[in-house]
């Protein structure tokens, strides 16, 4: 493809008609799986070729030349910065150097174009060296600091400085989320081109503004100024005449500065708080919406860094700038959440809604002090013929709830709860809303305060439901299931006594079912949030009702109704997407019912059918899993789970022949890693329950987990991930063995084999961890998750073996080898012993397999378990601020271990 050629097909990628834009996207793809060092020189070459006859073409130039080295994936965006390192360097250079030259265009889009390649393409180059030392790009930062500082008195100097300016503001974003220093040499120099883009003295808006953007991201690297007074003084001093600037847009991101600041800097805003104080509530009461909300989130970020530091070990550095700034702030807060706009909604972004947030934070922050701070407003505007102050008053209360205690609210709550429950009716939409919201709020945060009138308030909740918009019934919904989760947890009982809850469930449950089955019930979340509170109230069923409605009447309901689903139509998949929907809810609502359910009613025969209660819901399952639905699935698993548990071994193992299958089947599916952790958690339910008959079904499972836990991808990726599959897996092993016995022979040595190659992958995680700038809270949480799965599957190995001496003299010694215990084991508890990050709950795991060891090897493996690490487990166990369970145990495997009292 030639430039002509690429421009016209650029031109017709824009054509509204969807077959000429599409095979002119077919060409673009065919230019670059052709020739891509051709495609992407001409891409650049029409970026900033001025002659250009089109604008949107060289604009889209630039955007497809920078999609060419980005992607979302991660491994995706790997693969593409490598494509690029790959081209002829001479290739490189001149692309390099056309997007360059773009930056001096006329037009914004090509300009802005052109800096998000550059961006894109120093993210890829600046952290890589040369033979020399020297970074790929050394050249960059110098030009555009260059352009920034000593711009060409012309029009395309001009526009060139202000593009460089956001080119450096990019790159800044860019590289702050890589874990490299390659700027680091070039902070100062950034530092002093940015802030001079942002002095009284530039006249340019447009130029200001571009510097005041890239000085919210610059602020990253600014650590060594920010350490030195003067430096820091002046960059404070050019924020805050920023923030007084005659252009809002300017402003904005001047107060978006200073909240980075206050992410970043904290400690260092002593000297300055008191102008910031004067400043952000200027801005707060006199300011356009943009521009107040990003003055109330400078006092957001000061809020979340301040609850960080007083909720863990660097509460002693907290400067108490909210406590200080509280008396002043709130006032201006309350009024500015009486300017709500018409219409308001809980998807609106405004001032109001942004003073409701900082608020709640400041509550959450100094807790029982802001109570004098709001809740005479509240009293006074709660019952104001203003719907603005009235709906005002509501939402504030509502905000703070979240940080008081509930002992200090409850003289509060009583007086205010009735109100709230009248608005629940108003006129109003809003104040309808935000009534239902503070009521969900104070059963969250402060149930105590409710107390006996639990039930009274759920039957008024029921009353006002089916008149309720969706976003209204949600909140209800919510604030029924921390109702019914506060009475829940009143008591440790499996089965719960009478409770205030037991004269209405059944009248409680209908009426979640009926908001359920509302029309608009898949707007704001209420189908799934009626079924979450629904199965919470079913939680708190006490035996007549159990007896007398849920084993009678809600139990065959929900079977009825999964069973329905089998036969809805799905003729798109919007259809298939809400039969999938219906099974989820209905088997999670089986699980909790089942769980309540006494043996006998689950094994009771059906003359009818022929069947038991249980074999119903069994098939039903099994058809679940057929669906190849996840969630679903998770929720049949669950249910299945609940089955497995409240049944005997005998009447259990009747469905094993086909569920072990499905069993390993979902297993196999590491690729959903949720569905694959419950499926290796329902197999550890089953083996507890099946003990020695697990043997006949165990060679498949045992085969699958092995195959899991030796895949590379398995748990590859932990940020921002929950479901862990090799922990899972790990303890699974632990579970089945502890189950057959002496059936462990045949897997014995592949088993240690695997627990020993999680001790490694443990330990290189610990190393990692320890490592200077190492710390990730992710990959912590991981190793102490697969630490404890890893010690569960031990526990397992040796109570298995102790099991089966019984019958097999020796049986245990199979364990005394190097690669299960100097090599495994207590080579993990060596690396565990000096973790000061380790849960509570790893140690425990840990001293349990050491007073294990103990008790079944005694004098064969003393000498090992008198090494320093094992003692001082124990001795952590023993410590003082340890769980009862902790202690006791550390004392039990004291005891086993010959350590002293």
């Known amino acids: 493809m030639d430039a002509a050629a690429l421009r016209l097909a650029l031109a017709n990628a824009q054509n509204p008609d969807a077959n000429t834009r599409n095979a002119a996207e077919e060409q673009l793809k065919a ?30 130039a630039g955007l497809t030349l920078k999609n060419f080295m980005t992607s979302k994936d991660h491994a995706q965006a790997v693969k593409l910065a490598n494509d690029w390192m790959a081209l002829n360097p001479e290739v490189r250079s001149k692309i390099k150097s056309n997007s360059c030259q773009a930056l001096s265009s006329l037009q914004r889009d090509v300009q802005l174009a052109a800096a998000q390649v550059i961006s894109k393409i120093a993210t890829i180059e600046l952290p890589k060296t040369g033979p020399d030392g020297r970074s790929q790009w050394e050249e960059l930062m110098p030009l555009l600091l260059q352009s920034v500082v000593q711009p060409e008195p ?48 530039e006249q340019d808006l447009a130029v200001k503004l571009a510097a005041t953007k890239a000085l919210s ?98 509460e002693a550095e907290c400067k108490k700038f909210i406590m200080g700034a509280t008396p002043y702030l ?12 018409e219409g308001q909604d809980e998807d609106s972004y405004n001032k109001s809604t942004e003073a409701a947030a900082c608020l709640a934070a400041i509550a959450s922050t100094i807790c029982d002090e802001v109570l004098a701070h709001v809740v005479p407003w509240v009293q006074q505007n709660i019952s104001s013929q203003d719907w603005h102050a009235k709906e005002a008053a509501v939402m504030a209360f509502g905000c703070i709830m979240d940080g008081p205690s509930p002992e200090e609210l409850k003289s509060y709550v009583g007086g205010i709860m009735d109100t709230l429950i009248a608005y629940l009716v108003d006129p109003e939409d809003l104040v309808k809303n935000s009534s239902a919201w503070a009521i969900m709020r104070i059963t969250e945060f402060a149930p105590e305060s409710i107390g006996l009138h639990i039930a009274p308030l759920c039957d008024k909740l029921m009353q006002v439901m089916p008149q309720s918009e969706p976003q209204t019934a949600n909140h209800l919904c919510w604030a029924v299931h921390h109702a019914a989760n506060f009475v829940r947890a009143s008591h440790e009982s499996h089965i719960l006594p009478k409770n205030q809850l037991s004269p209405i469930l059944p009248k409680l449950v209908e009426c979640l079912v009926t908001q359920a089955d509302r029309g608009d019930a898949t707007e704001a979340n209420l189908r799934a949030n009626a079924y979450e509170a629904l199965n919470v109230v079913v939680s708190t069923a006490d035996d007549e009702a159990i007896r007398t409605f849920i084993a009678p009447t809600l139990l065959p309901m929900f079977g009825e109704r999964l069973n329905a689903t089998f036969g809805m139509p799905c003729l798109n998949a919007d259809d298939l997407n809400t039969r999938n929907e219906w099974q989820s809810f209905f088997c999670g609502a089986l699980q909790t019912c089942i769980n309540l359910m006494p043996p006998e009613h689950l094994v009771a025969l059906d003359p009818a059918s022929g069947m038991n209660t249980a074999d119903k819901f069994m098939h ?4 679940v899993f057929s669906s190849q639905n996840t969630t679903a699935a998770q929720e049949a698993l669950l249910a299945v789970g609940s089955v ?13 022949p086909t569920f072990s299958g499905m069993l ?80 462990m022979e045949k897997y014995l040595q592949y088993w240690l084999a695997a627990l020993q190659q999680g001790c490694e992958t443990a330990k290189r995680l610990k190393e990692e961890l320890s490592a200077k700038d190492g710390y990730d ?109 902790t202690n006791e145990l550390g004392h039990w495997a004291g005891t086993r271990l010959g350590i002293p009292p």
């Not at 052709?34 to 250009?52: G, K, M, R, V």
């Not at 039903?620 to 058809?623: A, I, S």
């Not at 409240?646 to 094993?656: C, E, K, N, S």
């Open 31 to 60: 230019s670059c799986s052709a020739d891509a060092a051709n495609h992407l020189f001409l891409l650049s070459n029409e970026l900033q070729d001025e002659s250009a006859p089109n604008v949107q073409t060289r604009s889209l």
């Open 154 to 201: 012309t029009p395309q100097g001009l526009a060139k400085k202000q593009a460089s300016l956001h080119t450096i503001g990019y790159i800044c974003e860019e590289i702050a989320s890589l874990e490299t220093d390659c700027l680091a040499s070039k902070s100062n120099e950034i530092l002093t081109a940015v802030v001079a883009g942002m002095r009284n003295e």
């Open 620 to 623: 039903l399952f099994l058809q």
């Open 664 to 743: 390993v089947a979902l297993i196999a599916t590491s690729s959903e890693p949720g569905l694959c952790m419950l499926a290796l958690t329902t197999t550890s339910d089953v083996a507890r329950t099946l003990e020695g008959e697990m043997v006949k079904y165990s060679d498949q499972i045992v085969e699958v987990i092995l195959s899991v836990l030796a895949r590379p991808e398995v748990d590859a990726q932990v940020a921002q991930v929950h479901d862990f599959i090799k922990p899972a897996a790990y303890s699974c092993i632990g579970d089945i063995a502890m189950a057959i016995g002496a059936g």
């Open 217 to 314: 991201n610059a602020l990253e690297f600014a650590n060594k100024n920010f350490e030195v007074d003067q430096e820091r003084n002046y960059i404070m001093q050019v924020i805050c005449e920023a923030c007084t600037c005659n252009n809002e847009e300017i402003q904005e991101h001047a107060y978006q500065c200073l909240c980075r600041i206050a992410e970043l800097y904290y400690d260092k805003l002593i000297p300055y708080i008191q102008k910031l104080l004067e400043l952000t509530i200027m801005a707060i009461t006199t300011q356009k919406d943009n521009v107040a909300r990003q003055a109330i989130a400078f006092w957001s970020a000061v809020c979340d860094t301040e609850f960080e530091m007083i909720n863990s070990d660097e």
């Open 330 to 341: 709130v006032p201006d807060l309350l009024k500015t959440m009486r300017c709500q706009e």
């Open 777 to 885: 809270e992710d990959k912590r949480n991981y190793l102490n998750a697969l630490v404890e799965g890893i010690f569960d599957g031990y526990v397992g190995v040796v109570q298995g073996l102790k099991a089966a001496s019984a019958s097999t003299v020796g049986a245990t010694d199979a364990f005394l080898q190097p690669i299960a215990v100097q090599g495994g084991c207590l080579m993990l508890v060596e690396v565990i012993a000096s973790d000061e990050d380790k849960t509570e709950s790893v140690l425990r795991t840990a001293v349990g397999l050491l007073g294990d060891l103990a008790e079944t090897y005694g004098e064969k493996i003393k000498p090992m378990l008198s090494a320093k690490p094992c003692i001082d487990l124990v001795m952590q166990a023993k410590a003082q601020g340890m769980e009862a369970d």
């Open 644 to 656: 497995c548990n409240v049944l005997p071994q005998a009447a259990f193992d009747r469905y094993m």
